[in-house]
Structures are given as structure tokens and as C-alpha cells.
């Protein structure tokens, strides 16, 4: 059995228009990709440099928009497991931030 593919999204500038420490509008492209994906069996990793309230008020955002994740600026469970630590750096098959090189969306 394949693993998952796993996918590391940000949020400000990313899932939803940068307008911190607000949340802007939603980026219903991306966020449809996300949710097909994890239909698809993807695994969803929210990583951003938000913590504390404004953390939580993007999760719960996320949520509202039909978005949630298996793990939140953490690997995922199997990871931590298999790596005997979680690591400073997230690992994901792609890396979904308005900061890469390249964007698609």
C-alpha cells in the first residue's frame, strides 16, 4: 500500500488574501484543490507562522470554509513515529506557499 501524499499549505497570502492580522477573503480555488485532494485521500498540513488566538481563528476559519487538517505547523502522527522525534521541518510531498518560487494558484 502507497502512502499518502501530503501537502503543507500556508495561510496569509495563501489560503486566503493576506490582510493580516485579519483574515482576508478565501482563495476558493486553492481551498477546492485541497478538499479534492483530501477526498482523494491526501493528507492536509496547515503550516503557518500564526500561534496562540490568531492561530485558532484560522483554523477555525479553514473549517467554516469546509477545510480541515491532519495536522497544524506539525508533522503528522505516522512521521513523529516513524522519525522517533517531530522535526522543526515540516515534511510534505508539496509545499503550498504564496512565498515559493513558483506559484500555481
Not at 493576506?18 to 481551498?31: D, F, M, S, V
Not at 491526501?42 to 503557518?48: G, M, S
Not at 481563528?57 to 495536522?71: I, P, R, S, T, Y
Request: net charge negative.
Amino acid at each position: 500500500m502507497s502512502r499518502p501524499l501530503i501537502y503543507a499549505v500556508d495561510f496569509d497570502g495563501t489560503l486566503c488574501k493576506y490582510a493580516w492580522p485579519n483574515i482576508g477573503e478565501p482563495n476558493r480555488k486553492l481551498i477546492r484543490f485541497l478538499q479534492e485532494k483530501k477526498e482523494q485521500g491526501a493528507k492536509l498540513i496547515l503550516w503557518t507562522c500564526r500561534v496562540g488566538d490568531n492561530l485558532w481563528e484560522a483554523v477555525k476559519w479553514c473549517h467554516d470554509q469546509g477545510l480541515d487538517f491532519d495536522a497544524i505547523n506539525e508533522n503528522l502522527p505516522e512521521i513523529i513515529e516513524s522519525w522517533g522525534c517531530d522535526s522543526r521541518k515540516i515534511f510534505a510531498n508539496y509545499y503550498i506557499d504564496d512565498r515559493a518560487i513558483e506559484a500555481r494558484f
